[in-house]
């Protein structure tokens, strides 16, 4: 498999790396994408055909994979990925847990089993992996990464995604605190925040006569791939081999946008305005002073709309 898309010092040769959820979508854009780059990798989708065919597609280009299919989200099937890995290549050096589903709707329809399913399976299933990841390399003693898959929607908030959200920003959170919690053992904990053109974002109206344009064979425009980053899978890919080397050793705890032509660092939540009063609050005492002390600027929610410039021909 050819390195041309990586510079020489991105060498994850040796390394090996389990993905979930990488049968299809930005799962196999991330499993291929350490392959090129050196990387063993065990590909994982619940469905088994799907992820032998995508562990294929990467043996025939040169790489080296291996498929594992198993439900992602209880601590057996994370042991299974970390057994495989070890059982086939040796070791565990890279984790990537990408594997999620959706169950949109708003909080008033939204069932205990919208809510649990999404929840169990992206920050249950991000927890669990973690967890048997972390100890395979504490007990390798030399390191690792785990790079955990977030989103806007658990960073901004999203209409109708209660459970993702919330599972996405929990996930944000687990890096924050694993990144201190791994730091003397030189495991790295970071979040990749991905902005793609998958089967999810073509439901989105605005984004769906350019993603049908792409599939065509016409380029994304700038104000897509630059103003929105958004562009391909394939897009999002190269932040994750990059964390996985040596040269993102001391980079941890951070949440990293990608998509397009754009990359991000996104902010931690922190206090953005203060007041004070001396012997404390009164609920009146707010009240007089919410406007134009601490409330003066409100914290904005939700994923900005793209706006469709005029002339872009959509």
Known sequence: MSHETFPESIDLTGKVAVVTGSGRGLG??????????????????????????????????????????VAV??????????????????????????AGILRDKVLWKMTDEDFDAVVATHL????????AAAIRMREQGE?????????PAGQRGNFGQTNYAAAKAG?????????????????????????AATAMTETIPVFAPFIEAMKQGRPLPDFL??????????????????????AARGITGQCIGIGG??????????????????????????????????G???????????AVPAGSGQ
């Open 28 to 69: 196999l854009a991330y499993a291929t994408a350490l392959a090129r780059a050196g990387a063993a990798v065990v590909v994982n989708d619940l469905d088994g055909d799907v992820a032998e065919q995508a562990a294929k597609s990467i043996t025939e280009a040169g790489g080296r994979a291996v498929a594992e299919a």
């Open 261 to 294: 032509d754009k990359l991000a660092l996104w902010s931690h939540p922190q206090e953005t305005a203060v007041a004070y009063a001396d012997g404390g609050w009164t609920p009146e005492a707010i009240a007089a002073t919410w406007a134009t002390s601490v």
């Open 296 to 306: 003066r600027e409100p914290q904005t929610v939700g994923i900005p709309a793209p």
């Open 171 to 195: 996930i944000a959170a687990m890096v924050r605190t694993w990144s201190m919690e791994l730091a003397r053992n030189g495991i790295t904990v970071n979040a990749v925040v991905p902005v």
């Open 143 to 151: 390191g690792g990464s785990l790079i955990m898959i977030g989103s």
């Open 73 to 98: 989200g209880t601590s057996e099937a994370a042991q299974a990925l970390v057994d495989r890995a070890v059982a086939e290549f040796g070791r565990l050096d890279v984790l990537v847990t990408n």
């Open 225 to 246: 791939r630059k103003g929105e980053g958004f562009g391909t899978a394939e897009d999002c890919a190269a932040l994750v081999p990059f964390l996985a080397s040596d």
């Open 124 to 131: 249950r299933g991000t927890f669990t992996c973690a967890r």
